[in-house]
Nanobody, 120 residues
Framework: QVQLVESGGGLVHPGGSQRLSCAAS?????????????LGWYRQAPGKQRELVAA???????NYTDSVKGRFTISRDNAKTMVYLQMNNLTPEDTAVYYC?????????WGQGTQVTVSS
């Protein structure tokens, strides 16, 4: 089984930065998934559908939704089975619960997420 655990959220002022981390279970399943799957950060704001904001392939190719391009950077460490999301120049519209998962997502992998609140 694969577990994904997100961390790093919190309250941040507009214009601030936050770095999210996602740790995948370091068993054979987690290591296998991590080595072959595209991974992504998703977010769900109150009253809105969950959306994919950033994705990264096993070889490091990245894609971003337009609203975060130039502000967010996704990265991964396959050896540590970690994926990160560096978020800069945050705005209140970035307030959401952030999740990591494969791309496309697998419902078995959703974790608790980590809340990011951007507010003055």
């Amino acid at each position: 089984q694969v577990q994904l655990v997100e961390s790093g959220g919190g309250l941040v002022h507009p214009g601030g930065s936050q770095r999210l981390s996602c740790a995948a279970s370091r068993n054979i399943f987690g290591i296998t998934v991590f080595s072959i799957k595209d991974l992504g950060w998703y977010r769900q704001a109150p009253g809105k559908q969950r959306e994919l904001v950033a994705a990264i392939s096993p070889d490091g190719s990245t894609n971003y939704t337009d609203s975060v391009k130039g502000r967010f950077t996704i990265s991964r460490d396959n050896a540590k089975t970690m994926v990160y999301l560096q978020m800069n120049n945050l705005t209140p519209e970035d307030t959401a619960v952030y999740y990591c998962n494969t791309v496309p997502y697998d419902d078995h992998y959703w974790g608790q997420g980590t809340q990011v609140t951007v507010s003055s």
